[in-house]
């Protein structure tokens, strides 16, 4: 069992910045690949970004490209989601997932409770 938790939403103005982190305790955190993904009101859940266990392999969604950056420190067991010129589109509740094997549009295995992100001015 992986349990995750996200923390560091809130307001943010539209060109400003956030980071939020997610982390876990558990299992080996090194064990599994780690995912950024939001639900805006009204709205299916959509990926994010997504890293591998090691950090060499990244991916993000074309939405959120050249402005998000997804990043894990191993040591700490923490999984990041730096938010660089934020967009009221990217209001949301965001989620970070763990997920053996890099995979990142398959199911994940655990998921946190998630952190509210409004961007706003």
């Known amino acids: 069992q992986v349990h995750l938790v996200e923390s560091g939403g809130g307001l943010v103005q539209p060109g400003g910045s956030l980071r939020l982190s997610c982390a876990a305790s558990?299992?080996?955190?090194?064990?599994?690949?780690m995912g950024w993904f939001r639900q805006a009101p009204g709205k299916e859940r959509e990926f994010v970004a997504a890293?591998?266990?090691?950090?060499?392999?990244?991916l993000y969604a074309n939405s959120v490209k050249g402005r998000f950056t997804i990043s894990r420190d191993n040591a700490k067991n923490t999984a990041y989601l730096q938010m660089n010129s934020p967009e009221p589109e990217d209001t949301a509740v965001y989620f970070c997932?763990?997920?053996?094997?890099?995979?990142?549009?398959?199911?994940?295995?655990?998921w946190g409770q998630g952190t509210q992100v409004t961007v706003s001015s």
């Open positions: 997932a763990a997920r053996r094997g890099w995979s990142p549009f398959s199911e994940y295995d655990y």
């Open positions: 558990g299992r080996p955190f090194i064990s599994y690949a």
């Open positions: 890293i591998s266990w090691n950090g060499v392999l990244t």
